[in-house]
């Protein structure tokens, strides 16, 4: 499990456990946080590369630096370690269907642009792709990059319009038994009032699009 632990005094970081089982118990498994100590992180994902390497890519929070960052940080064989220094693949402002608000909470920062949330997603066709999160004029959206080079260090383009655009909170995506493949995410995105929802999706080339209506 890619898990985000928080407690006072010390940075937001992720960490990696294992269980025997689903339903635990964890123990720890990476030695410490898999990213720079100091900075806040969440929504992690693991990615493992063409040559079998394994990636946790993961969001250096705008809380902290006011332009939210997607990143990802390669990691050793075994998942314990990180090798080498992170790297920045996206910020959030880099999508035209982002906006920006005001948040007094980063010193310098003129603006605040969220970046949250990623899944790596391999298609058919080779294309690689991240769903990622950011605000709109509707609240939460889910976005959608693509790397140029079909590999983790991009250059990443950026999707338009987001995929969908209607306050909920970040997507992944999954294959029912029978092959299916579904978008999930929680919805609405409001504490204590989430439930975890499932649109199904097909493949284009280039993306994925909804099957049937669009959610909104």
């Not at 949330?117 to 792709?129: A, K, M, Q, W």
């Not at 709109?136 to 959206?141: P, Q, V």
Request: net charge negative; with cysteine.
């Amino acid at each position: 499990m890619f898990a985000t632990f928080d407690a006072d005094g010390v940075a937001r970081g992720n960490q990696i456990l294992t269980a025997d089982r689903p339903a635990g118990p964890y123990t720890e498994w990476s030695e410490g946080p898999v990213a720079p100590s100091d900075w806040d992180c969440s929504g992690r994902t693991l990615h493992v590369d063409d040559a079998r390497e394994p990636w946790i890519v993961f969001s250096h929070d705008w809380t902290q630096i006011g332009d939210g960052e997607i990143v990802a940080q390669r990691l050793t064989e075994d998942l314990t370690r990180p090798i080498g220094r992170p790297l920045v693949l996206f910020y959030g402002s880099d999508a035209e269907c982002t906006r920006h608000f005001f948040r007094p909470r980063v010193p310098g920062a003129d603006f605040n642009h969220v970046a949250d949330g990623p899944f790596v997603h391999r298609l058919r066709s080779g294309e690689l792709l991240i769903l990622w999160s950011s605000l709109d004029g509707h609240g939460n959206a889910i976005g959608v990059a693509r790397s140029e080079t079909g590999r983790i260090a991009g250059r990443w383009l950026q999707q338009l319009q987001p995929l969908l655009s209607r306050d909920g909170g970040p997507g992944m995506i999954t294959r029912t038994l029978a092959g299916q493949l579904l978008l999930g995410q929680h919805h609405p995105n409001e504490i204590g009032h989430e439930r975890a929802v499932f649109y199904p999706i097909e493949e284009t080339y280039k993306s994925i699009r909804f099957i049937g209506q669009h959610p909104g």
